[in-house]
């Protein structure tokens, strides 16, 4: 287990950017991390994620092309950079760290054991 700490959410509008970081109180260099997010009354889906040294990097569909993943070992922090937000796009995102030391970038969330308590981005539109 390893405390995570997001932060960056905020209110924006539509078409806005927003960067979200997340903080790892120990190394999280030899674990994949992934962002995940859950809007009111759905359930938590997966964001994008990224393997522990950043040359695997997996987005779910709606990020595509929008949204990018990054991380500094040397920080423990994970980055997840969002473009041209909308409005659909409103929800707590949250960052987890892998429970295995492995090469991949897991979209599942049963693949992830660390999870911080999430960040609130509410898009306006």
């Known amino acids: 287990q390893v405390k995570l700490e997001e932060s960056g959410g905020r209110l924006v509008q539509t078409g806005d950017s927003l960067t979200l970081s997340c903080k790892a109180y120990?190394?999280?260099?030899?674990?994949?991390m992934g962002w995940f997010r859950q809007a009111p009354g759905k359930d938590r889906e997966f964001v994008a994620s990224l393997s522990r040294n950043g040359g695997r990097k997996n987005y779910a569909e709606f990020a595509e092309g929008r949204f990018t993943v990054s991380r500094d070992n040397a920080k423990n922090t994970v980055f997840l950079q969002m473009n041209s937000l909308k409005a659909e796009d409103t929800a707590i995102y949250s960052c987890?760290?892998?429970?295995?030391?492995?090469?991949?970038?897991?979209?599942?969330?049963?693949?992830?054991?660390?999870w911080g308590q999430g960040t609130q981005v509410t898009v306006s539109s």
């Open positions: 987890a760290r892998a429970r295995l030391t492995t090469f991949n970038a897991p979209r599942d969330h049963a693949d992830y054991g660390s």
């Open positions: 120990a190394s999280i260099s030899m674990w994949s």
